[in-house]
Nanobody, 120 residues
């Protein structure tokens, strides 16, 4: 199982992008889903997460601009990014805590990353 991301690209400051992420294989259940990002020379940081019940958590730097949501029927998580700034430029990674089988443990899975570039 791997997570497949889409929606990255290049945009001017003030613009918007929407990222999507979903697992490629068979999943029994998906718990918390998250978006992280890593800018050149910086550590990977949490951008936002959402649990199965819909409770969300955001980094202070994106509050009011980004919205995380999910479709539990499709095991898909989205990140709507509005009013993008140059400092949002990074590779964005999807993370999901998944249980592959009813009798298995939950494990963390990562996407391959998608580049978001914001030009000023």
């Amino acid at each position: 199982v791997r997570l497949v991301e889409s929606g990255g690209g290049s945009v001017q400051a003030g613009g918007s992008l929407r990222l999507s992420c979903a697992p490629s294989g068979t999943i029994f259940s998906v718990n918390t889903m998250s978006w992280y990002r890593q800018a050149p020379g910086k550590q990977r940081e949490l951008v936002a997460d959402i649990n199965r019940g819909g409770s969300t958590n955001y980094a202070d730097s994106v509050k009011g601009r980004f919205t995380i949501s999910r479709d539990n029927a499709k095991n898909t998580v989205y990140l709507q990014m509005n009013n993008l700034k140059s400092e949002d430029t990074a590779v964005y990674y999807c993370n999901a805590r998944c249980r592959l089988r009813w009798y298995g443990n939950e494990d963390d899975y990562w996407g391959q990353g998608t580049q978001v570039t914001v030009s000023s």
